[in-house]
């Protein structure tokens, strides 16, 4: 069965650095969605991204961060100076359709020091 | 702003039946769903209702929605150790682009 993948599982990063967390979304898929879920609380929405452009952001979303689709298959999250408080979980998700449902990779855990 | 409410923690025994509780506020969304996340994973998505259906059931799980009062719940009958993980409710947010609002999630413990 396809998979939404994402690449590291985990990373640790210096606060100031960028990271840059990957995404390979389902092949057929042509809406993608980027989530962070702080230790111990909700799953929040972060942006969403379809034909090849930001569709809708959440207020986390603010221009530390950025979203790409360098080629056919990788979605990208870029953090441009990491903070602590960007410590989080990770998740891509995908979907086919407008009324098709959401699939999630499993993960990137990010620890900022 | 759309919002949605679970419960933290749930306790049963093996055998017992669970029931995971889920409130939202968005009367206008169209799909409820259900997500398990186990301990470092990621979210699987366990189970959907779209918003014109009261009832679901598929296998050991039994989703009821109560449009009226915005209560969903999910049943696993026959729980087993196997099914303690934290549970998400989330709805279909308001956008166009069908981003998800998810509940705290609540953590399902099983008892041998």
């Known amino acids: 069965e396809p998979e939404v993948t994402q690449t590291p599982s985990h990373q640790v990063t210096q606060m100031g650095q960028e990271v840059i967390l990957r995404c390979v979304p389902i092949s057929n898929h042509l809406y993608f969605y980027w989530y962070r879920q702080i230790l111990g609380q909700k799953v929040e929405f972060l942006v969403s991204?379809?034909?090849?452009?930001?569709?809708?952001k959440s207020e986390i979303f603010d221009d530390q961060f950025s979203v790409e689709r360098p080629d056919g298959s990788n979605f990208t999250l870029k953090i441009r100076s990491t903070k602590l408080e960007d410590s989080a979980m990770y998740f891509c998700a995908s979907r086919r359709g407008p009324q098709e449902t959401q699939y999630f990779g499993p993960g990137t855990r990010l620890l900022v020091l | 702003g759309e919002d949605v409410e679970q419960s933290l923690f749930l306790s049963v025994r093996e055998g017992d039946s669970s029931v995971i509780n889920c409130t939202y506020t968005?009367?206008?969304?169209?799909?409820l769903y259900w997500y398990k996340q186990e301990p470092g994973a990621g979210l699987q998505l366990l189970t959907y209702?779209?918003?014109?259906?009261d009832m679901k059931q598929d296998q050991r799980l039994t989703v009821l929605l109560n449009k009226k009062d915005k209560h969903l719940s999910l049943r696993i009958a026959d729980t087993q150790t196997g099914d303690s993980a934290i549970y998400f409710c989330?709805?279909?947010?308001?956008?166009?682009?069908?981003?998800?609002?998810f509940g705290k999630g609540t953590k399902l413990s099983v008892k041998p």
């Open positions: 991204f379809y034909n090849n452009e930001i569709s809708e």
């Open positions: 989330a709805e279909r947010g308001g956008g166009s682009q069908g981003n998800l609002i």
């Open positions: 968005d009367s206008s969304s169209t799909y």
């Open positions: 209702i779209f918003s014109n259906m």
